[in-house]
């Protein structure tokens, strides 16, 4: 077995190196934090709110439609395709920690529903929606959601 | 005598020109040359040239940071971009009367030098009247372009008020950013 590297192995050694580089200057222009909490005030707050609120007619809430949505596969799929977590610029285990801890903290009961996975997201949130507001009302009129929900159904 | 000398002279420069021959010569001279060259880039300590040269004093990272809230060098206004509201009837975290904070805004982290933590702030722009164009600031540290819209600060925040005019910014302190 030969010892040279041959040129398309050096380039290859190479481009690793870049790769590597690159990653490192991604990653220290915002380092994305362990906490759930304080990753939620970096990356969603800003158009969510502090506490999920939203704004009306703006940018839907995240406190009334999250629990329902979470709790059958459709809704699932659709919070994870939404521009704001398929953008995101957190991970994919990022996403799956922000949502737990969002859904964790709100009144919603553990046992209806799952949490979310770093794979779960990961093949969600690489097919975003086109038709963002049209895939909310086709869920939230399938769902026979309550009225509550209903009167979120237009972003 | 003379031509003991010129005898002595012929012999020794047949001699060299036997055993050397042109090409070798200037292989040798072309490889001193190139030599003389790459030496200086030759990776060895330079630590005595650089504490030969005069040591210049420390900058620190931000050595106009200030806790005026009228300054824009005030440290949590490190991703500012629009008129202060401190200058405009209102503070640095709250917006004058008259006008409403932005519900949507941009978060991002401010280092201050102080005590050396860095907090979460929320930068909100106020809302309703036009322009108080007093204390113009402009600073963009971790500011992003337009494709990262929720760290840009040359949006109007105010597109989600009921009147979108904007009038000043304010810096609102989050908490202190950990790991």
């Known amino acids: 077995m030969s010892t040279l590297i041959t040129a398309p192995t050096s380039f290859r050694i ?17 380092p994305e934090s362990t ?4 990753n939620y005030l970096l990356f969603c707050a ?21 629990p329902a949505f979470v709790k059958s596969a459709e809704g699932r799929d659709f919070v994870l395709r939404v521009p704001g977590v398929a953008n995101s610029a957190l991970s994919d285990q990022g996403v799956a920690q922000v949502l737990n801890w969002f859904l964790a903290s709100s009144a919603t009961s553990l046992a209806e529903w799952q949490p979310f996975t770093a794979e779960e997201v990961q093949r969600a949130r690489r097919m975003p929606l086109m038709s963002v507001s049209q895939s909310r009302r086709q869920l939230i009129n ?14 | 005598m003379q031509q003991r000398i010129d005898r002595l002279l012929e012999r020794a420069s047949r001699r060299v020109a036997q ?3 042109r090409r070798g010569f200037l292989g040798l001279f072309g490889a001193a040359l190139t030599g003389a060259t790459l030496l200086p880039l030759l990776p060895v300590s330079r630590g005595g040239q650089a504490l030969a040269e005069p040591t210049s004093p420390k900058v620190p990272a931000s050595p106009t940071a200030s806790d005026d809230p009228v300054s824009c060098d ?9 008129f202060l509201c401190a200058c405009c009837g209102g503070s640095s975290s709250s917006c004058p009367p008259g006008t409403t904070p932005s519900p949507i805004t941009w978060i991002g982290t401010c280092h201050n030098p102080g005590d050396g933590r860095d907090y979460i702030v929320s930068y909100n722009d106020c809302c309703g009247k036009t322009s108080c164009g007093a204390c113009s600031c402009n600073r ?8 990262r819209l929720s760290l840009n600060n040359d949006a109007n925040w105010c597109m989600a008020n009921d009147n979108p005019n904007y009038h000043c910014s304010v810096s609102v302190l989050l908490g202190v950013a950990g790991q």
């Not at chain 1, 481009?15 to 200057?25: G, H, V």
């Not at chain 2, 963009?140 to 337009?146: R, T, V």
């Open chain 1, 46 to 66: 800003g158009c969510h709110g502090l506490t999920g609120s939203g704004v009306p007619n703006k940018v839907p809430t995240l406190t009334r439609t999250l």
């Open chain 2, 140 to 147: 963009n540290e971790g500011e992003k372009p337009m494709y």
């Open chain 1, 142 to 155: 399938k769902m026979e959601l309550s009225s509550e929900i209903s009167r979120d159904i237009d972003y």
């Open chain 2, 74 to 82: 005030y440290w949590k206004y490190c991703a500012i971009d629009g």
């Open chain 2, 19 to 21: 055993r050397t021959s």
């Open chain 1, 35 to 38: 906490q759930p909490a304080q």
């Open chain 1, 14 to 30: 190479l481009f690793l190196i870049l790769c590597l580089q690159s990653t490192e200057a991604i990653s220290l222009e915002r």
